[in-house]
């Protein structure tokens, strides 16, 4: 799926922060305005294409840069952070339980992908 006009967008970051809270996932900083903020996959679109709502969430520039490609639990480990839980029980933990609910394959990864992440 083709990334989301400049309209859509807005309404996507609207509701991710109606959702999670006006801060970054990874980090907690605040956005003083929602158009500071960036959509970040939880599990990247190269293994889950889309662009479901609950596989997304707000991040700053500088978190979503350095998650990249990531996994989340890759990247928290690697920046020794633990993601702010605004609403309890709203967060799908597992890439198989998103799957499952987005009722999509999940691609396996390339070795080159593998290697990466593993670094």
């Known amino acids: 799926m083709a990334r989301p006009n400049s309209r859509r ?4 970051k609207q509701t991710l922060a ?5 801060g970054c996932f990874y980090c907690g900083h605040p956005f003083p305005a929602l158009i500071t903020a960036t959509v970040d996959h939880l599990i990247p679109q190269s293994l889950l ?3 479901a709502l609950m596989n997304l969430v707000l991040a700053c520039r500088p978190c979503n ?9 890759v990247y928290l480990r690697h920046a020794g952070q633990v993601p702010p839980l605004r609403k309890p029980g709203r967060l799908i933990t597992t890439v198989a339980t998103l799957a499952g609910r987005l009722r999509v394959e999940l691609r396996r990864p390339t070795t080159t992908t ?4 593993c670094r």
């Open 9 to 12: 967008m807005r309404q996507i």
């Open 18 to 22: 109606d959702r999670d809270g006006a």
């Open 49 to 51: 294409p889309g662009w």
């Open 65 to 73: 840069q350095r998650k990249s490609g990531q996994l989340p639990q």
């Open 114 to 117: 593998v290697a990466a992440t």
